[in-house]
Nanobody, 125 residues
C-alpha cells in the first residue's frame, strides 16, 4: 500500500507560479512510475506529467515548457513546478502511483494503482 498526500495548491493570477508536492508513505521502497493528473469541473481527468523509476519524464503537450515534474527519492516526495499559469490550468490536481518502473502509457489514468485526494489550483485572469 502507498499513501499519497498532495499540497501546494492555491489561487493565483495568470502568469504566476506554484509548486505542488506529493508526499508518499507506505511501501515507498519500491520505485514507481509517478504521475500528476488534473480534473477541471465537468471534464475528464487528464494526465499532466509523469516520471519513471529511472527519472524519465513525460508531459502533456498543453503543459510542455511550463510544467516540470521532479522527485526527491530521499524524501519520498513528488513535485510539480507550474509556471506561466493560465486560467485553463484551473483544476483539481492529483498525484498517482503506478506499480511499474517505466511509465509506458503514462497518461492512462486506469493504469495507476494509488491516488491522492487532490489539491485545488485556481487561476484568475
Amino acid at each position: 500500500q502507498v499513501q499519497l498526500v498532495e499540497s501546494g495548491g492555491g489561487s493565483v493570477q495568470a502568469g504566476g507560479s506554484l509548486r505542488l508536492s506529493c508526499a508518499a508513505s507506505g511501501n515507498t521502497y519500491r520505485s514507481y512510475c509517478m504521475g500528476w493528473f488534473r480534473q477541471a469541473a465537468g471534464k475528464e481527468r487528464e494526465g499532466v506529467a509523469a516520471i519513471g523509476g529511472g527519472g524519465r519524464t513525460s508531459y502533456a503537450d498543453s503543459v510542455k515548457g511550463r510544467f516540470t515534474i521532479s522527485k526527491d527519492s530521499a524524501k519520498n516526495t513528488l513535485y510539480l513546478q507550474i509556471n506561466s499559469l493560465k486560467p485553463e490550468d484551473t483544476a483539481m490536481y492529483y498525484c498517482a502511483a503506478k506499480l511499474a518502473w517505466s511509465c509506458g502509457t503514462w497518461n492512462l489514468k486506469y493504469e495507476y494503482n494509488y491516488w491522492g485526494q487532490g489539491t485545488q489550483v485556481t487561476v484568475s485572469s
